[in-house]
């Protein structure tokens, strides 16, 4: 039962590179959504989605691209990276809304030289 | 922006303790979350509370919807290794017709040897 599946686990990359954070599910979930985890930080929500074709902007989606052209799958991509953007992202799906029991990806960690 | 206030940062306990976390905020909330992380996974939803004043248990684990909606706690009795972790209480609140969902920045539990 894989539940989310994130990939990769560990990314390097140096300052204006450009990478696909990967995130599927198959729960038939149709909510997905996109955090990043700082040090001594809450979960800080980048991006959501609350169905295939629809996505929107959470509160820190600057310098972050989403799509959802499937139920299964929503993809993070970081168009030019840059040092603020070394962070753990998490991936997770839910049958409702934002505040609805949520299942987690294991992350995905993200350095910026 | 908007902020929960999750305390104690981190909690240094001996095995067979009771443990007592909090999370308060100056807004209300509609639903409290309360999640656990163990190193190098995601979060893992223990408790979700929907009305003001509600108490629920999860095996040795208790949570509390406060009254005024804007504050829960989290009790863990007897203590065992296991509850090693992060936990993070999450508020959920709704603007309109969106979701909005606001982490703490979650308390350390480590268990002395």
């Known amino acids: 039962n894989a539940g989310v599946t994130q990939t990769p686990k560990f990314q390097v990359l140096k300052t204006g590179q450009s990478m696909t954070l990967q995130c599927a599910q198959d729960?038939?979930?149709?909510?997905m959504s996109w955090y990043r985890q700082d040090p001594g930080m809450g979960l800080r929500l980048i991006h959501y989605s609350v169905g295939a074709g629809i996505t929107d902007q959470g509160e820190v989606p600057n310098g972050y691209n989403v799509s959802r052209s499937t139920t299964e799958d929503f993809p993070l991509r970081l168009l030019s990276a840059a040092p603020s953007q070394t962070s753990v992202y998490f991936c997770?799906?839910?049958?409702?809304?934002?505040?609805?029991?949520?299942?987690f990806g294991q992350g995905t960690r993200l350095t910026v030289v | 922006g908007q902020q929960l206030n999750q305390s104690p940062q981190s909690m240094f306990i001996q095995e067979g303790e009771d443990v007592s976390m909090n999370c308060t905020s100056s807004?209300?909330?509609?639903?409290w979350l309360w999640y656990k992380q163990d190193p190098g996974e995601g979060p893992v939803l223990l408790i979700a509370?929907?009305?003001a004043g509600e108490l629920t248990s999860n095996g040795r684990l208790t949570a509390q919807f406060g009254i005024t909606r804007k504050d829960s706690f989290l009790n863990i009795s007897a203590s065992i290794p296991s509850d090693v972790g992060i936990y993070f209480c999450a508020g959920q609140k709704r603007r309109d017709s969106n979701y909005q969902l606001i982490w703490g920045a979650g308390t350390k539990l480590i268990i002395k040897p």
């Open positions: 997770a799906s839910s049958h409702g809304p934002l505040g609805t029991e949520a299942f």
């Open positions: 729960m038939n979930h149709e909510y």
């Open positions: 509370l929907y009305k």
């Open positions: 807004s209300i909330f509609n639903t």
